[in-house]
């Protein structure tokens, strides 16, 4: 139970020790200072602190706050006996991902006191994005951040914040904070986390896990056109493969649009669908495309992979070599898939059949530039 401080208006003592008060005594009443309220939380936004008191007549009252808690009222108006009346406080945002903790004390001239306890809860670092899938070009990254000033970020090399992290947010607030992404030049595809942190001791962290496509510049593309026959009802279809060959590893290689069926529909090197790294052997002068390799492409909640018919077994020497693979003519000016081809189609991860098959020996020509 809230304990209460109050006083007597007037005591009643006889020779021998107390008596009672008389009935006029009692009806004189006895003056308290008293708050409603014990404790209440505030959300780190801050916000209004209100609560009735009731207080002695005829005093004036101070009024005792931290310094992030403003008093709205004039603490020196006088009162009716014991008047009971609403008192008005604003807390400020916080500052912190800390929870803090302060104490509102009224104290009459007289002595009388009680005490309301506030209790801020801490910032929530939040950011409205956690995953992101940038293009291999590159560009600006726009992140809605909640944030108290003070807070750090670190982020790959590739990857540079715009703002500083101490003047982009005054006291609790969301604000708009943007990040460059490079341009990404290489054949692989690259990860990397943008990780916020609070400044202070309370250990918050959240993370942006970005995921950025390989890079690769189309002009250099190496286009070979030739046909492939379905194994299904042997129909033939026209389709361009494209060698994208990495400039600083000549065994690092990407293969554009190997499944004919979406070349011909309309899904072409331009428009940068179906793209495979493969491993180039210089010594048998072939390469490697990984078995199931996923063909960077949906249709219709289906994803395709790649998979070769009768693979014919490869010796020790040759055992790194995957189960597709493209063979080259000396200057690299034909192709030949020696193998017949399949067209796998999986669904939310589970294989759902065969989408198409290929005749092997297909041979693809280089287009002149």
């Known amino acids: 139970m809230k304990k209460m401080f109050f006083y007597a208006a007037a005591l009643c003592l006889t020779a021998v020790g107390f008596a009672s008060c008389t009935a006029e005594d009692e009806a004189f009443p006895a003056a ?40 709205n009222e004039d603490a020196t108006i006088t009162r009716g006996v014991n008047s009971s009346a609403a008192y008005h406080f604003t807390v400020a945002p916080a500052e912190s991902c800390q929870e803090r903790t302060g104490a509102i004390y009224i104290v009459a001239a007289n002595g009388l006191q009680d005490s309301l306890v506030v209790v ?91 995921a950025q496509q390989r890079g690769m510049d189309l002009s250099k593309m190496v286009n070979y056109a030739g046909t492939f026959t379905s194994l299904y009802d042997g129909a033939a279809y026209n389709s361009t493969i494209g060698l994208l060959w990495d400039e600083n590893d000549e065994t690092v290689v990407t293969i554009c649009n190997l499944e004919p069926m979406f070349a011909t529909n309309g899904f072409t090197i331009e428009n940068g669908m179906n793209f495979v790294q493969g491993q180039y052997f210089p010594d048998a002068n072939m390469i490697g495309i990984p078995f199931q390799s996923d063909m960077n492409l ?68 280089k287009v002149a530039e």
């Open 120 to 210: 801020q809860e801490g910032v929530e670092l939040a950011v409205d994005k956690t995953a992101v899938e940038a293009p291999a070009a590159g560009g600006v990254l726009a992140v809605q951040l909640t944030a108290v000033p003070g807070y750090t970020v670190s982020c790959p090399e590739w990857i540079v914040m715009n703002e500083d992290p101490a003047t982009t947010h005054v006291g609790v607030q969301t604000a708009e904070v943007t990040f460059t992404i490079a341009q990404n030049t290489g054949a692989n595809p690259r990860e990397g986390e943008i990780v916020i942190a609070c400044g202070d001791a309370c250990g918050k962290e959240v993370k942006i896990a970005i």
């Open 298 to 365: 949906s249709y219709g909640g289906y994803v395709f992979a790649a998979g070769a018919l009768n693979t014919p077994t490869l010796d020790e020497e040759t055992s790194e070599y995957d189960h597709i693979y493209i063979l080259l003519n000396d200057d690299k000016t034909t192709l030949t898939f020696p193998n017949a081809l399949c067209t796998l189609a999986f669904q939310n991860g589970a294989f759902v059949g065969n989408w198409d098959m290929y005749a092997g020996g297909a041979v693809f020509t």
């Open 32 to 71: 308290v200072v008293s708050i409603t309220e014990e404790e209440v939380t505030v959300p780190a936004a801050g916000g209004a602190v209100s609560f009735n008191l009731t207080a002695p007549s005829n005093e004036a009252f101070t009024v005792k706050t931290p310094e992030w808690i403003e008093f």
